[in-house]
Structure formats: C-alpha cells, structure tokens
C-alpha cells in the first residue's frame, strides 16, 4: 500500500517549500520567513526525504526546480494562496485597526500624478500605517507575485504572471503635451499633425519599456517618429518639452501645477479618442483579503473621481 504523503508530513515545511520556490534563493527565504539559513536547510531536507527528490539543484544564480518540484509548485500554490485567502477574510476589518507598512506600486505617471490624494485617503481611514508608494520597476510584477507589494496600478500589461489578479480601476485618455507657444495651435489633433516633430517618452516599465504607444500609433498610420528624449521621471520629459518644440504623447494624469507652461491637445482618429485601461494588480492569495480589497476600493474612487474632471 503506497504511504500517505499528507498525512505524514509536517505542513509548516510547505509554508518554508512555497517560499523557497517563489525566491529560489536560500537567503532571502530565510529573511521572508524570519529564520536562520540553516533553518531552511534542514526543512528542504525534510521535504526531499519525505518526497524522495531533490525538488531544488543549486546553480550559479541560485535554485532550481526539479521536474517533480515545479510540479508540486503548481499544485500546492493555488491551495497555499486559497487558504491564506480564506484565513485573512474570516475576521471583522477595521482599516483603523492596521498597523505596520503598506507597499503600493504606481506607473510613474500616476505616482506622480496621485501620490498626496492616494496618502492623505490611507492615512484618513488608516492613521497608524506606514505609506510606500513605489514607483513601477521592472521587477514590480516579480514582487506582487512574491507577495513584497501589496497591489500595484499600471496600464494593461498582457505578461503579468497568471497569478496575479488584473482589475480595471479607470480609463485614461490620449493626450498630447507641447509648450504654450507650440506652433500646433490646435486643440484636438491627428498623428498626422505631429509628422516632423521630435517626442519626447515617458519609459513605464512593462508596458512602453522598448516601443511606446505613440510610436506603435504612428506607425499604424505610416508616419515616422523620433523619439529625442527618453526618461523615467515624469518631471524631466515635462521640463524638456517646456522648453523645445518636442511633443509629449501622455495621458490626463499630469498635475496641474505642470500645466501652466504647457497646452494639452486630445487625438482624434476617425473622430474618437484614444483611451486605455488601467488596471490594479494583485494576488489571487489576496481576492478576498480586507486590506487589498480596501486599497483596491480606495484607488478606484480616487481614479474615478479624477477622469471624470
């Protein structure tokens, strides 16, 4: 008769397992869990002498799964995450009652753009937190996986891990940017009014990270583009296009401070405007959690309530 492999094992190893697979890394999953490395040494033997695999070989850059051990990653995580979701939402949730750090990842622009509105909502109804807005980077879609953020905003990014939840929380419209004494006089304008003009870009990452909307838009229409500057600061693209002819292909969520030196102009194709969703990611551990379904809440008023100004 074949061993009952649950019933014999210790279910705090796979807590130590699901950790060690989202990390591969000794180190950090020591940290994430708060114990030592030889710790988590002897739980992985534990768990490959109970498995009978090695589950993880080292390589240079860390671990990696066996066959066996990735297997057992997709069956266990969806019911880890399951679980943990259930437990967090079997009690009475009171933001006032939330203590410690809260870690938000935005899209440069609407960090920029939301930042002192998004705080000031927390702290209303959380007083005893501690806000980290971050800005998006390239290994945030990494981090909400791993659980370090707590929900994150950007466009559409159609790589995001399966894991993570995508819900729009808005709509953001086209916009083009140039100085108030531009030679595009017009307020509502084609691509092809900007032929010949040099753009400036705002790198988001995974969603703009090589080739911009703007550029892809142009080109659908056989235009050519060049894009004279590239920034991740949100503040350097806007002072540059304060001072040149170069046009800023963004979206509404500039401050309003910012505009005083600068015109916005919408795009028209075929007589509609260009939008785009944004979207709040999460993970599926935390669909019925409290306080992300709170901050989801929270971002999706504050984005609501500034698109339809």
């Known amino acids: 008769m074949a061993k009952d492999l649950y019933l014999k094992l210790d279910l705090n190893l796979l807590r130590t397992f699901v950790i060690l697979s989202q990390e591969l890394n000794m180190r950090k999953a020591s940290e994430r869990l708060f114990v030592s490395q030889p710790a988590i040494s002897?739980?992985?033997l534990k768990l490959r002498n109970h498995f009978e695999d090695e589950l993880f070989v080292k390589t240079r850059h860390g671990l990696k799964p066996t066959a066996f051990g990735e297997e057992l990653m997709d069956s266990i995580?969806?019911?880890?995450?399951?679980?943990?979701?259930?437990?967090?939402?079997?009690?009475d949730f009171d933001p006032a009652d939330l203590e410690g750090s809260i870690r938000i990842a935005l899209a440069p622009h609407i960090l920029t753009y939301l930042s002192s509105k998004l705080?000031?909502?927390?702290r209303k109804d959380a007083p005893n937190v501690d806000v980290h807005l971050l800005n998006w980077s390239p290994t945030t879609l990494e981090d909400l996986n791993k659980g370090e953020i707590a929900i994150g905003v950007?466009?559409?990014?159609?790589?995001?891990?399966?894991?993570?939840?995508?819900?729009k929380v808005g709509d953001d419209t086209f916009?083009?940017?140039?100085?108030?004494?531009h030679p595009i006089k017009k307020d509502v304008i084609s691509p092809k009014d900007v032929k010949g003009y040099e753009m400036a870009n705002l790198i988001i990452p995974d969603w703009n990270s090589n080739t911009s909307q703007a550029e892809r838009v142009m080109?659908?229409?056989g235009l050519s583009v060049r894009i004279g500057f590239r920034s991740e600061l949100p503040m350097a693209v806007l002072d540059v296009?304060?001072?040149t002819d170069m046009v800023y292909p963004s979206t509404t969520f500039v401050p309003e401070r910012e505009l005083r030196e600068l015109r916005g102009m919408k795009v028209s194709i075929d007589g509609k405007d260009i939008t785009f969703p944004v979207i709040a990611y999460y993970h599926q551990k935390n669909k019925r959690n409290p306080t992300t379904l709170w901050l989801h809440k929270l971002i999706n008023?504050?984005?609501?309530?500034e698109t339809v100004k």
């Open 77 to 91: 995580n969806p019911v880890m995450d399951e679980l943990s979701s259930t437990l967090n939402c079997s009690q």
């Open 42 to 44: 002897q739980a992985l």
């Open 175 to 181: 916009i083009v940017y140039v100085r108030k004494d």
């Open 219 to 221: 080109k659908s229409h």
């Open 119 to 122: 705080f000031h909502a927390i």
């Open 301 to 305: 008023q504050l984005l609501q309530k």
């Open 154 to 167: 950007n466009f559409d990014i159609h790589h995001a891990p399966k894991e993570l939840i995508r819900k």
């Open 241 to 243: 296009v304060r001072h």
